[in-house]
Structure formats: C-alpha cells, structure tokens
T-cell receptor, first 117, second 114 residues
Framework: GAVVSQHPSRVICKSGTSVKIECRSL??????MFWYRQFPKKSLMLMAT?????????EQGVEKDKFLINHASLTLSTLTVTSAHPEDSSFYIC?????????????FGSGTQLSVL | GQQLNQSPQSMFIQEGEDVSMNCTSS?????WLWYKQDPGEGPVLLIA?????ELTSNGRLTAQFGITRKDSFLNISASIPSDVGIYFC??????????????FGTGTRLQVTL
C-alpha cells in the first residue's frame, strides 16, 4: 500500500525553540495533506489542511503563527512548531491522500512525539 | 471541534470472543471509516464505507454504515491477541473522489486476554 513517512518519530526540545516535522508521500503525489494532534488517550484533532502551492487552511482555535505549515512540493509538507512550550507537547500525525481516491485513499504517517522541556 | 461518540470507551475480552463497537454522530456523514491505532503509531485504515446501509467485511472485521448516515458499527469476530489497540471511527462529509478532513471518534480501547 501507499506509504506516508513522517520524521522525526520523536523529538525533545527546550522551551522557546522551534521544531520542524516533515511528512512525505513516498510513492504518490499528494496535493493535500492533513496535520492532526493527539493528546494521550485522546482522539485525533485536525489542526490544518495543507495545500500544495497555497496557504494552509487552519481549524478554528489553531494558531497559524504558532504552527507554520509549508507544502512546497507534491510529496512534502512540513509543520513547524515555533517557540515551543510544554503545552505544545503532544503526538503530531500527518496524513496524505492519493488524488481521486477519496477517504479510502488517505494514509497516515507514523506520528511524531514532541516533548518540550 | 466536533467529535463522534464511540462506545464502549474500553473493553476487556477473552481471546476467541466476538467484539462489537459503535459510533454515533449528531450530524450526517457521507463516508464512514474505521481505523486501528497501535501505541506510538499512526492510524491504519480497516474498512471504508461509502453508502448508507452498506455492510462491508475485511477478514474477521465487519462494519456497517447506518441508514440515517449518523452512525456506524464495527464487529470483530473470534478476537486474537494482535487485535489489541485503539479503534477509531471517522466521518467525512464529502462523498466525492477527493479526500477531505476527517472527524474522528473518541476511540474504543480493546484489550484481549488469553
């Protein structure tokens, strides 16, 4: 099946630093990618929709200046958590869709566990 | 944001037993999906449902898209230890060939004992 690669799988950083997370579609081109956030023992909450070549669409309550999304190519979207604080510690997951396949063609990365000290 | 309500929240069953979980929403979705998530991993798609009333199987898994388009259930028959994990339902509003954002359920944590 299609593969979505997410990197790094785990990152620990100091408060105030910025962290970049990469999401790559390895064997297909994805015009749209999605970024989710998941707290321990909780569900996935959509943060933003990343559109290749245009600005990301953020969900209500998500600070776009805090969570910068760049989708510069058809196979790569990045999420940068700027000036990270302990409350930003969470599991971040991306997903990418094979064009024309609908929700059944949506694949998730393996996630990035961010811990901010 | 909106969440779908899943029940039960967690369940402990013995190997070989059948499992049933469901997902309800206050609003209509045109696509329902069921995912399994292992610790520290992203969700993996189990079954996708595209039509109201649709009943679909994938091995020991069977899922149905409710007639009202506001609910879905997932059954697992003859559970085995590797069925352990968190099961999420998810709904998508659009029914076109374009994937749009998903709304996830609250999750059902499954534990299987020998």
């Amino acid at each position: 099946g299609a593969v979505v690669s997410q990197h790094p799988s785990r990152v620990i950083c100091k408060s105030g630093t910025s962290v970049k997370i990469e999401c790559r579609s390895l064997d297909f081109q994805a015009t749209t990618m999605f970024w989710y956030r998941q707290f321990p023992k909780k569900s996935l909450m959509l943060m933003a929709t990343s559109n290749e070549g245009s600005k990301a669409t953020y969900e209500q309550g998500v600070e776009k200046d805090k969570f910068l999304i760049n989708h510069a190519s058809l196979t790569l979207s990045t999420l940068t958590v700027t000036s990270a604080h302990p409350e930003d510690s969470s599991f971040y997951i991306c997903s990418a869709s094979i064009p024309g396949t609908g929700a059944g063609g949506l694949f998730f990365g393996s996630g990035t566990q961010l811990s901010v000290l | 944001g909106q969440q779908l309500n899943q029940s039960p929240q967690s369940m402990f069953i013995q190997e070989g037993e059948d499992v049933s979980m469901n997902c309800t929403s206050s609003s209509i979705f045109n696509t329902w999906l069921w995912y399994k998530q292992d610790p520290g991993e992203g969700p993996v798609l189990l079954i996708a449902l595209y039509k109201a009333g649709e009943l679909t199987s994938n091995g020991r898994l069977t899922a149905q898209f409710g007639i009202t388009r506001k609910d879905s259930f997932l059954n697992i028959s003859a559970s085995i230890p590797s069925d352990v994990g968190i099961y999420f339902c998810a709904g998508q509003l659009l029914d076109t060939g374009t994937a749009s954002k998903l709304t996830f359920g609250t999750g059902t944590r499954l534990q299987v004992t020998l």
